[in-house]
Nanobody, 131 residues
Framework: QVQLVESGGGLVQAGGSLRLSCAAS????????MGWFRQAPGKEREFVAV????????????YYADSAKGRFTISRDNAANTVYLQMNSLKPEDTAVYYC????????????????????WGQGTQVTVSS
């Protein structure tokens, strides 16, 4: 069983930055693909970014939704069992609850982007971007 706890959300003005953190329990964190999703009111949960295990040592691939490319950066610290999402140049449309998720399946360097492909979820952290 894996438990995920997000933190770092808050209220920020447009153009500002936030860094979200997701602390994971469990011994096999290094082989998990760790993703970030978000859900705005009245909308479906959508993929934001993922750090996907390559299958080799500590090599991971990062993938982003088009809306996140160039503004968000996903990273992980395996020693701390933590994954991060650095969000820059935030826009009001980034306002949502952000969720961390863990995918146990080895994807051979590709990635999962649909919520049902993820096995564990955090409780979410609210990000609000004011205009």
């Amino acid at each position: 069983q894996v438990q995920l706890v997000e933190s770092g959300g808050g209220l920020v003005q447009a153009g500002g930055s936030l860094r979200l953190s997701c602390a994971a329990s469990g011994r096999t964190f290094t082989t998990y693909n760790m993703g970030w999703f978000r859900q705005a009111p009245g909308k479906e949960r959508e993929f934001v970014a993922v750090t996907s295990w390559s299958g080799h040592s500590s090599t991971y691939y990062a993938y982003y939704a088009d809306s996140a490319k160039g503004r968000f950066t996903i990273s992980r610290d395996n020693a701390a069992n933590t994954v991060y999402l650095q969000m820059n140049s935030l826009k009001p449309e980034d306002t949502a609850v952000y969720y961390c998720a863990a995918d146990r399946t080895y994807r051979r360097g590709t990635y999962a982007y649909r919520p049902h492909e993820y096995d564990y979820w955090g409780q979410g952290t609210q990000v609000t971007v004011s205009s």
